[in-house]
Structures are given as structure tokens and as C-alpha cells.
């Protein structure tokens, strides 16, 4: 049994993670906004912690005897146009998390065996050629490479308290929530719809996959610094695209052009416009393995339960 401290466990990840952790009988402590005691019933911890906003730290004793710490916390990226206050959010929600982790172990002499942290392939921007990055690609350009530099060097900053620290950079995570959700509403009555040619590259990972990965790296002693959490099967959006209509039955496509979802979405619209082909090679060379390869297959897992 392992003693699991979770921020930003109530979103789409984290509700899956707890799942799987108190099935195997983890003792879980979820940092969240409320304290009512109904709500470690409906998350399946064992302990609530109570966070305010403006918090600068939490008592060291909730550190004392723990073997990770796990932060998925931050403001989602979907959604409309990125205003400059959703910007903000976007960095602040994330930027306060590891700022609250670092006053609350300052002068505790604590010593944690593990930290994993939640970063994008965002940190490598976007290509419009056929290169292939890996863990050890430099960072590229954008606002959400930017956040992601950012915050993986603001994590390294509390590397002190560490034994090892796990950078998780997500691709698209497919499940019943999050981007599937969001794109599979407009796949009704025999309609699909595509943003341009659909050549840019999709990095994706169904959910189960992250939280087999997850358990993995919490395995895997060796495992620490950045890790692509994106499938080994590499596909263009317009492949994405392709398998949805197949499993909606679309007869009719409707193709949107980029400068159309740009007028309406801003730089939103470089999630689904823009891509960059990404390569797990950590989680490869480390042996896990991966139970969706085959987005068609994903999806029908996800979308004909």
C-alpha cells in the first residue's frame, strides 16, 4: 500500500486515477476545494484536504510518510478563445500548485521518493513538417509551449525535496470526457465535420493507457524527467476524423476551413489546426505496454460502451 497525496484529482484524469489507485489499495488524500465529508464518499478517497485559493501552503504533516505526489491540477485548455484572462488562468492554476508544494516542504527536511507532474507535448510547439520529436526535443514556440517550459522549470526547482520527479507530457487523452466529447457532438445525423485537409499530426492516448502508465512510472524506480504520454501509433487528424465517421456511420462530410475555425477560436484553434508528430520513447524503452495502439479501436472502446 502506498500513501498517495493528489492534487487536481476531481477533473478527467484524476476521477479515473483514484479509481484505479483505491481499487488496488492506495491510501488517498485529495487536495481539493471542499471538505465535506460526502465528498470522500463520491471520490473514493481517504482523506479530504481542504485548499483555498490564495493558499500558500499546506501543513508539512499531510507530507510526513508519503510515497508520491501526484499533480494534475490546472485550468482546462478547451474550451472558447484563449482571452488574456483565460491565459492567465491556464499558467496561474498551474504555476500555484507547484508554489504551494514548494513553501509547504521548505524547511521540513522531507525527502519524498516521488513526484509526477502534469505538463502537454504542447512544449514542443507545432511543425508542419514530418519531424519527429522525442523526450529529449527542445521546446518549441506558442502559448502553450511557453506554459509548459515554464511550468516543467518551475517544477525543477523543487527537485530538493524529490528522490525523482516525473514530467508527464500529454497528448490528446481520449475517454467518455475531455476532447472526444467535444468533437464527437458534431457527428449527428449522418454529418461529420473536418478542420482542412486534416494532415497535421494528432498525438493521442486513451485514458486507460494513462492510468496504466501512471501506475508504471509509480513502478518503474528508473523512470524520472519528461515522458511522452501519447500512443506509438502516430496519425494524422484527418485519420481521427475517418475512424469517428466510420463508427457514427457519416455518409456526408463537412470540411471546415482553418481560417474559419481561427476567426472563431483564435489561437484555440492551433489544438486542432496545428500538430507535431510525437514519439513515447521512454515508455517504449522501459517495456510498458500499451493496450490501445489503434485509434479505431480507441474510439469504439471509448464511444460504443
Known amino acids: 500500500m502506498k500513501k498517495i497525496l493528489i492534487f487536481g484529482g476531481t477533473g478527467f484524469i ?50 510526513r510518510n508519503l510515497d508520491v505526489i501526484i499533480n494534475l491540477a490546472g485550468e482546462s485548455i478547451l474550451g472558447l478563445r484563449w482571452t488574456k484572462k483565460k491565459r492567465k488562468r491556464i499558467f496561474n492554476s498551474r504555476e500555484n500548485i507547484i508554489r504551494l508544494i514548494k513553501d509547504s516542504l521548505e524547511g521540513s527536511n522531507l525527502k519524498i521518493p516521488l513526484l509526477i507532474q502534469a505538463s502537454a507535448v504542447g512544449f514542443y510547439g507545432y511543425s508542419e513538417n514530418d519531424i519527429i520529436v522525442n523526450e529529449d526535443s527542445l521546446g518549441g514556440n506558442g502559448f502553450l509551449a511557453e506554459v509548459c517550459k515554464k511550468l516543467e522549470n518551475e517544477v525543477t526547482s523543487i527537485n530538493e525535496y524529490f528522490d525523482r520527479i516525473a514530467i508527464l507530457r500529454f497528448g490528446n487523452v481520449l475517454g467518455e470526457k475531455g476532447f472526444v466529447k467535444q468533437i464527437s457532438r458534431g457527428f449527428i ?58 463508427i457514427k ?9 482553418l481560417k474559419i475555425s481561427r476567426l472563431v477560436l483564435g489561437d484555440m484553434s492551433d489544438i486542432i489546426n496545428k500538430g507535431i508528430k510525437v514519439e513515447p520513447r521512454k515508455l517504449i524503452k522501459n517495456g510498458y505496454e500499451y493496450k490501445f495502439t489503434n ?11
Open 189 to 246: 445525423f449522418n454529418l461529420g465535420f473536418s478542420f482542412g485537409k486534416g494532415q497535421q499530426w494528432f498525438s493521442w492516448i486513451h485514458i486507460e493507457d494513462v492510468i496504466n502508465g501512471i501506475e508504471f512510472i509509480i513502478e518503474k524506480e528508473n523512470l524520472k524527467g519528461p515522458i511522452n504520454f501519447v500512443a506509438n501509433e502516430s496519425i494524422r487528424f484527418s485519420e481521427l476524423i475517418k475512424a469517428l465517421g466510420n
Open 249 to 257: 456511420n457519416n455518409k456526408i462530410m463537412i470540411i471546415i476551413p
Open 14 to 63: 484524476g476521477t479515473e486515477l483514484i479509481r484505479k489507485l483505491k481499487d488496488q489499495g492506495d491510501y488517498l488524500m485529495l487536495v481539493t476545494r471542499t471538505r465535506k465529508l460526502d465528498s470522500i464518499a463520491y471520490y473514493g478517497v481517504d482523506e479530504i484536504i481542504e485548499y483555498q485559493e490564495g493558499m500558500k501552503s499546506l501543513d508539512s504533516q499531510y507530507f
Open 295 to 305: 485509434i479505431e479501436c480507441a474510439l469504439k472502446n471509448i464511444l460504443l460502451k
